[in-house]
């Protein structure tokens, strides 16, 4: 088998509707390719041949954080007073990457609104407004210092993420004003808020990687060993991923 280069990581990227530019903030890939993996920025084009183009070619997804909410009629929502900006480009994105994704087995990260489009996708539904409609919520939206830890989550035992913290609980940043409602097909809640809000899924099906947590462990890639090691086992899988496309088309030449 020849040797394998580094997983390739496809991250969708933001909208600035100010400007019409497609962007992504710097850590997201930085962690990636601290990890060992190898960028690749996927634009917002909500075609369904560009997308299953870019996913062909990748051996993991991460969905990062984003300025914007989903829009809540994809979860069968009228939109709450206090729901933010809606980039109906990064949606269908997403979504359309997560559908690819699903059907390939790829491995996938989700980060903040990442866990939530997630979630959006697999049929579960969202808090559009954390303040609003649940007053007795500690603070989520921490403002900066943005690397800061604000508080902790108590993490279930038997998780994976429990295994990558080596603790019941840890500490996170938080910057978010929705969360999870109600869990969609195959999510499994790993963590959880001191008022019960979900701060992490996995995926309980051993054929795929997929696990998306609240909070941004980006923006402590370099120092944090939860951060670091959240990163790590995901490329470690793409890595894997990668490998048994290879053996696949290798054996289908032999053939």
Same mark, same amino acid.
């Not at 729901?83 to 994105?93: I, N």
């Not at 004003?177 to 979900?198: C, F, K, M, P, Y």
């Given at each position: 088998?020849?040797?394998?280069?580094?997983?390739?990581?496809?991250? /969708?990227?933001?909208?600035?509707?100010? /400007?019409?530019?497609?962007?992504?903030?710097?850590?997201?890939?930085?962690?990636?390719?601290?990890? !060992? !993996?190898?960028?690749?920025?996927?634009?917002?084009?909500?075609?369904?041949?560009?997308?299953?183009?870019?996913?062909?070619? +990748?051996?993991?997804?991460?969905?990062?954080?984003?300025?914007?909410? +989903?829009?809540?009629?994809?979860?069968?929502?009228?939109?709450?007073?206090?729901?933010?900006?809606?980039?109906?480009?990064?949606?269908?994105?997403? %979504?359309?990457?997560?559908?690819?994704?699903?059907?390939?087995? /790829?491995?996938?990260?989700?980060?903040?609104?990442?866990?939530?489009? %997630?979630?959006?996708?697999?049929?579960?539904?969202?808090?559009?407004?954390?303040?609003?409609?649940?007053?007795?919520?500690?603070?989520?939206?921490?403002?900066?210092?943005?690397?800061?830890?604000?508080?902790?989550?108590?993490?279930?035992?038997?998780?994976?993420?429990?295994?990558?913290?080596?603790?019941?609980?840890?500490?996170?940043?938080?910057?978010?004003?929705?969360?999870?409602?109600?869990?969609?097909?195959?999510?499994?809640?790993?963590?959880?808020?001191?008022?019960?809000?979900?701060? @992490?899924?996995?995926?309980?099906?051993?054929?795929?990687?997929?696990?998306?947590?609240?909070?941004?462990?980006?923006?402590?890639?370099?120092?944090?060993?939860?951060?670091? @090691?959240?990163?790590?086992?995901?490329?470690?899988?793409?890595?894997?991923?990668?490998?048994?496309?290879?053996?696949?088309?290798?054996?289908?030449?032999?053939?």
């Amino acid at each position: 088998m020849k040797r394998l280069e580094r997983p390739r990581i496809g991250i /969708t990227m933001r909208l600035e509707l100010k /400007t019409n530019r497609f962007y992504l903030a710097r850590y997201y890939s930085e962690a990636v390719e601290a990890a !060992g !993996g190898l960028p690749v920025h996927v634009a917002l084009i909500p075609n369904p041949e560009y997308i299953a183009g870019v996913m062909a070619g +990748i051996d993991g997804l991460l969905l990062p954080g984003s300025d914007s909410d +989903i829009d809540p009629l994809r979860y069968g929502q009228e939109p709450y007073p206090r729901l933010g900006s809606v980039h109906p480009e990064k949606d269908a994105t997403d %979504l359309l990457a997560l559908e690819e994704a699903e059907r390939r087995a /790829t491995p996938i990260f989700a980060i903040c609104f990442g866990i939530q489009s %997630l979630n959006v996708f697999r049929g579960g539904t969202l808090i559009q407004d954390i303040p609003s409609q649940q007053p007795k919520a500690i603070k989520h939206n921490q403002g900066a210092p943005r690397d800061r830890h604000s508080h902790r989550v108590r993490i279930l035992d038997g998780s994976l993420l429990r295994q990558l913290a080596a603790s019941e609980t840890a500490a996170v940043n938080s910057h978010h004003h929705q969360a999870i409602e109600n869990l969609g097909r195959e999510l499994v809640a790993t963590a959880w808020a001191s008022d019960g809000l979900v701060e @992490a899924v996995e995926d309980p099906r051993s054929d795929r990687f997929v696990v998306g947590v609240q909070w941004h462990p980006e923006l402590a890639w370099d120092r944090d060993p939860l951060s670091q @090691a959240l990163f790590g086992r995901f490329v470690d899988e793409a890595r894997n991923f990668a490998r048994a496309k290879q053996i696949q088309r290798e054996d289908a030449v032999n053939v």
